[in-house]
C-alpha cells in the first residue's frame, strides 16, 4: 500500500508518499482500506518530530479516518469484511490502510459520507472525554472553548450547544460569523479583546464552568481568573507553552480543578472505554442533526504538504479531510 512517510522530520516538504508494507491484523484488530482521513494540530507534531507515535501503534501520521473493512482478526466480534465505519486511531491514518483495535471502531452517522465521517472520531472523543466525562458540562452551564474555529474548537460549540450550555468561544474575528451561526453565543477576538473580561460580562460575573484549553501556560492565570466557581479548566493543547506558574491561592479561591490529558497515548482498552462512551452519548446527537460535521475543504493525501501548511496558517475553519 502506500502511505505518507516522513523521510526526515522537518517542515512539510517532509511527508512523502511512498509504498510501504501492507498491515496484518492480529487479534482483537481489523484492517480498514481508507477512504477518507483528516488533519489533527498533533500531526503537524509528529512531522516535526515532536510527538512519536506511541508503543505498538503504526509509524505513519493519522488519528482518525473513515472507510470499509477489510480483514478480521481473531477475536473480532460484531464486525465484519465490507463494513463501512470509521475510527479512532493511535497513527497511520495518512495511508490506503491501517490496522487498529476494533474497540477504536465507530459507525458511519446516519445519512453521512465516508468523506464527513473520517473528520469525527478524534475531535468526539477529545471532546466528550475533557467536557463531558471530565469536566461535566451540562445544561445550563457556561461553557469557554478556546480556538472555537479549530476542528477541535467547532465540534465543541455544536456538543455544548446540543447539551444545553451556553457557549463562548476565542478566535480570529474573521471566524466570528461562521461560529456564531454554528450556536456559539458570543465569540471574543482573542487578538484584541481580554476573554477574561469578556466571559465575566457577557455572564454577569459567572464565568465559565467549564474552559476548554488548547494553549496551556500563557492562558494558565487568565483561564483561573475567567473561572466560575467550583469550574474546570480541562486543557489538552500547549500552544501557548508547556511551563507555567499555578496560582493556588487563585484556583482554591475559585475551588477550581485543572486536568490536563492526551488521548493518543491511553491504552488501548481506555480508548474503547471513551469510544464506548461517545457511541452512546454523541452519536445520537449526530444522528439526529444537532452536530454536522464542518470540513474547511478536501486535499488529496498525497498532496498532505499542502493540508499541513494550511493547518500551520490557521487559515482553516473546522477540519481539513485527505483523499488517498
Ligand atoms: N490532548 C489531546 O488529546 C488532544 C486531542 C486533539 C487535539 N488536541 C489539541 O487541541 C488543539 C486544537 O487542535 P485542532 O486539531 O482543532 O487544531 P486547529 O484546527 O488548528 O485549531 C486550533 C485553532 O486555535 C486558534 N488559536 C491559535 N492561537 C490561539 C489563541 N491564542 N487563542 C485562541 N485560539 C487560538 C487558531 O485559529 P485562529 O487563531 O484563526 O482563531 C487555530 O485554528 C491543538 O493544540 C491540539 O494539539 C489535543
Redesign the pocket.
Known sequence: MHAIVVEKPGGPEALVWAEVPDPEPGAGEVVVEITAAA????DV?QRQGFYPPPAGAPPYIG?ECAGVIAAVGADVAGHHVGERVCALLAGGGYAERVVLPAGQLLPVPRGMSLQEAASLP??AC?VWS?VVDIARLRQGRTLLV????????TFAIQLGKALGATVIV???E??HEQLLALGADLAID?TSADFVEATRDFTEGHGADVILD??GA??LARNIAALAMDGHIVT?????GRTGELDFGALMAKRGSISA????ARPAKDKARIVRGVRDQVWPLIDAGAIRPIIDRTIPMAQAAEAHRL?ES???L??IVLLP
Not at 146 to 153: M, S, Y
Open positions: 488533519v489533527n494540530r498533533a507534531m488519528l478524534e475531535v477529545t475533557n478556546h480556538g472555537g474555529g479549530g476542528g477541535i474548537g476565542t478566535a480570529r474573521r471566524k482573542y488548547i494553549i500563557k492562558y489538552i493543547g500547549m500552544q501557548g490529558t492526551t488521548l493518543r493547518m490557521s487559515d482553516h473546522g477540519k
